[in-house]
């Protein structure tokens, strides 16, 4: 069975909506029926725009609600390109907003995987391991108003605030922790899950979606 879900995840800058649309674009040439959603969008049909949950109860239990009705009206001939809402928005919320463990994560992400696993979904995680070197790559194209927001989000709640990180380097630990966090989960994953380099061929991954 073919995938009906690729969702390519990675962390900030590494180059996940770009990976995403080419993806969605070798799709199309070869006669496939695609959707590609980007992250933040306001029509997207597996997220919320807007992630003000009182409490993660409450969050996990409207995510999953949102990615079961997903999964039951999507079209069985459309393949959906969707861009980091599977790894990166359950970990910046269970991680860095509510500073819970690497299982409770785990945990979390597996019920969201539970939940696409009748897609036969494609999971393809671009590793960056230098974080600094990433963040550094994208800083003029998105400017100090993007990093200063990143910052504050990563450091003003749950563990940034445990860890007492500031400024520039401690953003750079949290993002350093978080990588090996989704590493590992990924590796506890059922799903076909692939990780490639930021400049990836994708001649050399084609046959996986």
């Given at each position: 069975m073919k995938t009906r879900l690729i969702i390519v995840e990675g962390l900030p800058g590494s180059g996940k909506s770009t990976l995403a649309k080419r993806i969605a674009d070798?799709?199309?040439?070869n006669g496939k029926s695609v959707v590609c959603v980007d992250e933040g969008d306001i029509n997207h049909p597996a997220d919320y725009t807007d992630y003000d949950f009182p409490d993660f109860e409450t969050e996990r239990r409207l995510i999953l609600e949102k990615w079961r009705k997903f999964v039951a009206g999507a079209k069985k001939d459309v393949v959906y390109v969707f861009?980091?809402?599977?790894?990166?928005?359950?970990?910046?919320?269970?991680?860095?907003?509510?500073?819970?463990d690497e299982d409770s994560s785990k945990n979390y992400v597996i019920e969201i995987e539970n939940i696409i696993k009748a897609m036969n979904p494609v999971i393809i995680y671009i590793d960056t391991p230098?974080?600094?070197?990433?963040?550094?790559?994208?800083?003029?194209?998105?400017?100090?108003?993007?990093?200063?927001?990143?910052?504050d989000y990563h450091l003003s709640q749950g563990y940034g605030k445990r860890n007492n990180l500031h400024g520039y380097d401690g953003y750079i630990k949290c993002l350093?922790?978080?990588?090996?966090?989704?590493?590992n989960i990924l590796k506890a994953l059922t799903v076909n899950c692939f990780t490639v380099g930021r400049n990836v061929d994708l001649s050399t991954i084609k046959n996986i979606f």
């Open positions: 070798c799709l199309q040439k861009n980091c809402i599977f790894l990166q928005n359950p970990m910046c919320e269970t991680m860095m907003r509510f500073d819970m230098s974080v600094k070197e990433t963040i550094d790559g994208v800083l003029s194209e998105r400017g100090k108003d993007w990093l200063n927001a990143v910052i350093e922790e978080r990588r090996l966090r989704e590493i």
